[in-house]
């Protein structure tokens, strides 16, 4: 007899393990299976965003930059070092450890929450008798669970280049790139996009000669015009190689590394011999293994599990979040989703507000944004009013010795309602927290204006850009 529940999840990853733990919450009896591995073969939930994604990429991040200010920034405050050695092999392994607390801390929250987890691969056999599907699991054994409502949570892998397969020695997805052993002589990235920028900043900090190739004529053509051409010229200033506009053809992997023949932007052929080569061009909905077509579960052109606007999918009881499906590829999307489908199976409103998710980019500067972007109202044809406020006339940053970017409002000419935020500068990931909730609150700009906020903060300067949209700014 197979084990009943009334939710099964597929997949551990943010999407998942979360609309597991709310849909237990809501006195479900539930399942959640993952295939993640560690490397001793044992679970390791949390998904990409654990695993090979956000936190291991954010604590590569911390030590890089960490070793960046002991090189070029503590002297500034009166610090001497003497010589700073960075060992890649410790900083690597301190990264894992912080993937393991995370896999470990979920493993604990689905037992706390009495979610049963299985390891192994999830695939649907077939609708079960007296409603719902069966679902296989294979792992180290295989058995097979039945669930009234499904839950397909099983995220995206890397795209690769066509032609070129990652190897993970020489030619790095997000995974190899992450487990890169020893700094890079000359390091080459293709997509200047969130990965390509993130993971190039680590290792140039570290040291490595950083090429990004990118195939748009654009920096960030998502990203407010005004703040990506600040970011850019931080970035130039750190050395950090983006070329933008071209067309990558031959790529040779060879014992001792990768030659990328590619036309830039003037039309020029230029050979780019590297030592190492991470692909970030974006990712791919994974439904590997599910055995959708078994069942009838649609997929659209990109291979994404079609959904509707509450994540239904065309087969009665089967929903689908995160990754895997429409929508951007973040890991707070993926949670908020998988809370709002366990509320709807529970018969509530579960509720995803897709006009306040916030995107960061974790560089650094770092670069966050929620909203609309000018070059967006514009072709809209939005009237609207802008604020800027630079962190060079905000105390705090002054103090803490990083004045670069600025935050920046957009708001309504009529209305004053806030339509975008835009922060280029120190600590942005925090400081987009508030524009999050102005947003979805309503808020004017007048609001936030006359909010309090704390002195000295780099909050002050989301206070002056909202009433630079009145230009009235008090301290610049
Ligand atoms: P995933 O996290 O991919 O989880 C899916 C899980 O399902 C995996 O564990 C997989 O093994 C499992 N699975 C798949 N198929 C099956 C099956 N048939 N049976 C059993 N298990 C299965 N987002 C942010 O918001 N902030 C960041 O800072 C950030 N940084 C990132 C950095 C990198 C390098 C990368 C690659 C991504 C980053 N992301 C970030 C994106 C984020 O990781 C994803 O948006 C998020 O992980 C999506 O969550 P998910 O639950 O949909 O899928
Ligand atoms: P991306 O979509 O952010 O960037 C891909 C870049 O590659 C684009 O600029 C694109 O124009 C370029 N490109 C595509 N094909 C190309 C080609 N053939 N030649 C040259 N350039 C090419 O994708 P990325 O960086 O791979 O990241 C995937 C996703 O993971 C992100 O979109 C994001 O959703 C998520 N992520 C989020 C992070 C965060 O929130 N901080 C961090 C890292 C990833």
Same mark, same amino acid.
């Given at each position: 007899?197979?084990?009943?529940?009334? +939710?099964?999840?597929?997949?551990?990853?943010?999407?998942?393990? =979360?609309?597991?733990?709310?849909?237990?919450?809501?006195?479900?009896?539930?399942?959640?299976?993952?295939?993640?591995?560690?490397?001793?073969?044992?679970?390791?939930?949390?998904?990409?965003?654990?695993?090979?994604?956000?936190?291991? /990429?954010?604590?590569?991040?911390?030590?890089?930059?960490?070793?960046?200010?002991?090189?070029?920034?503590?002297?500034?405050?009166? =610090?001497?070092?003497?010589?700073?050695?960075?060992?890649?092999?410790?900083?690597?392994?301190?990264?894992?450890?912080?993937?393991?607390?995370?896999?470990?801390?979920?493993?604990? !929250?689905?037992?706390?929450?009495?979610?049963?987890?299985?390891?192994?691969?999830?695939?649907?056999?077939?609708?079960?008798?007296?409603?719902?599907?069966?679902?296989? +699991?294979?792992?180290?054994?295989?058995?097979?669970?039945?669930?009234?409502?499904?839950?397909?949570?099983?995220?995206?892998?890397?795209?690769?280049?066509?032609?070129?397969?990652?190897?993970?020695?020489?030619?790095?997805?997000?995974?190899?790139?992450?487990?890169?052993?020893?700094?890079?002589?000359? !390091?080459?990235?293709?997509?200047?996009?969130? =990965?390509?920028?993130?993971?190039?900043?680590?290792?140039?900090?570290?040291?490595?000669?950083?090429?990004?190739?990118?195939?748009?004529?654009?920096?960030?053509?998502?990203?407010?015009?005004?703040?990506?051409?600040?970011?850019?010229?931080?970035?130039?200033?750190?050395?950090?190689?983006?070329?933008?506009?071209?067309?990558?053809?031959?790529?040779?992997?060879?014992?001792?590394?990768?030659?990328?023949?590619?036309?830039? /932007?003037?039309?020029?052929?230029?050979?780019?011999?590297?030592?190492?080569?991470?692909? /970030?061009?974006?990712?791919?909905?994974?439904?590997?293994?599910?055995?959708?077509?078994?069942?009838?579960?649609?997929?659209?052109?990109?291979?994404?599990?079609?959904?509707?606007?509450?994540?239904?999918?065309?087969?009665?009881?089967?929903?689908?979040?995160?990754? +895997?499906?429409?929508?951007?590829?973040?890991?707070?999307?993926?949670?908020?989703?998988?809370?709002?489908?366990?509320?709807?199976?529970?018969?509530?409103?579960?509720?995803?507000?897709?006009?306040?998710?916030?995107?960061?980019?974790?560089? /650094?500067?770092?670069?966050?944004?929620?909203?609309?972007?000018?070059?967006?109202?514009?072709?809209?044809?939005?009237?609207?009013?802008?604020?800027?406020?630079?962190?060079?006339?905000?105390?705090?940053?002054?103090?803490?010795?990083?004045?670069?970017?600025?935050?920046?409002?957009?708001?309504?000419?009529?209305?004053?309602?806030?339509?975008?935020?835009? =922060?280029?500068?120190?600590?942005?990931?925090?400081?987009?927290?508030?524009?999050?909730?102005?947003?979805?609150?309503?808020?004017?700009?007048?609001?936030?204006?006359?909010?309090?906020?704390?002195?000295?903060?780099?909050?002050?300067?989301?206070?002056?850009?909202? !009433?630079?949209?009145?230009?009235?700014?008090?301290?610049?």
């Amino acid at each position: 007899m197979s084990k009943q529940f009334d +939710v099964v999840v597929i997949g551990g990853g943010p999407g998942g393990y =979360i609309a597991a733990i709310r849909a237990a919450q809501l006195g479900f009896n539930v399942a959640c299976i993952d295939e993640w591995k560690n490397d001793k073969g044992g679970p390791a939930p949390g998904g990409t965003c654990t695993n090979v994604g956000c936190i291991p /990429s954010k604590a590569l991040l911390q030590s890089s930059e960490h070793f960046e200010q002991a090189n070029h920034h503590f002297p500034d405050h009166g =610090i001497s070092t003497g010589t700073v050695k960075m060992d890649v092999a410790k900083m690597v392994a301190r990264k894992d450890a912080v993937v393991k607390q995370n896999n470990d801390g979920i493993l604990y !929250l689905l037992k706390k929450n009495k979610v049963s987890f299985f390891h192994g691969r999830g695939s649907f056999v077939k609708a079960a008798e007296g409603g719902g599907y069966e679902i296989k +699991v294979a792992g180290a054994t295989e058995e097979t669970v039945v669930g009234k409502q499904v839950i397909l949570a099983t995220g995206s892998n890397a795209r690769a280049l066509p032609g070129t397969p990652f190897d993970e020695v020489n030619v790095l997805s997000n995974d190899g790139a992450l487990r890169i052993g020893a700094t890079p002589k000359k !390091l080459g990235l293709i997509g200047s996009g969130v =990965i390509g920028l993130e993971m190039g900043s680590v290792w140039r900090r570290l040291g490595a000669e950083v090429t990004i190739l990118e195939g748009l004529p654009t920096f960030l053509g998502a990203v407010d015009e005004q703040i990506a051409k600040e970011a850019k010229k931080a970035f130039d200033k750190q050395g950090l190689k983006i070329e933008l506009g071209v067309k990558v053809g031959d790529i040779k992997v060879g014992k001792k590394g990768v030659n990328v023949s590619y036309t830039n /932007s003037k039309g020029e052929a230029v050979e780019l011999a590297v030592d190492k080569l991470i692909v /970030s061009i974006g990712r791919v909905p994974n439904t590997i293994g599910l055995n959708a077509e078994g069942v009838g579960l649609q997929l659209d052109e990109r291979g994404a599990i079609v959904v509707d606007g509450d994540c239904k999918t065309n087969l009665p009881g089967v929903w689908a979040v995160g990754d +895997v499906v429409r929508g951007p590829m973040l890991a707070h999307k993926a949670e908020e989703e998988g809370v709002a489908v366990a509320e709807r199976i529970a018969g509530q409103h579960g509720h995803v507000n897709f006009n306040t998710v916030p995107w960061v980019i974790y560089t /650094s500067p770092e670069i966050a944004w929620v909203g609309r972007t000018e070059q967006q109202l514009k072709a809209d044809g939005v009237k609207y009013k802008a604020g800027t406020f630079p962190f060079l006339a905000n105390g705090r940053a002054r103090a803490l010795g990083d004045t670069t970017g600025m935050v920046k409002f957009l708001a309504d000419a009529t209305t004053d309602e806030i339509l975008g935020v835009h =922060i280029v500068g120190p600590m942005a990931s925090e400081l987009i927290s508030e524009a999050v909730v102005a947003m979805e609150f309503r808020a004017s700009a007048e609001d936030i204006a006359r909010i309090c906020h704390a002195h000295p903060s780099l909050s002050e300067a989301t206070k002056e850009a909202a !009433l630079a949209v009145d230009k009235r700014t008090l301290n610049f």
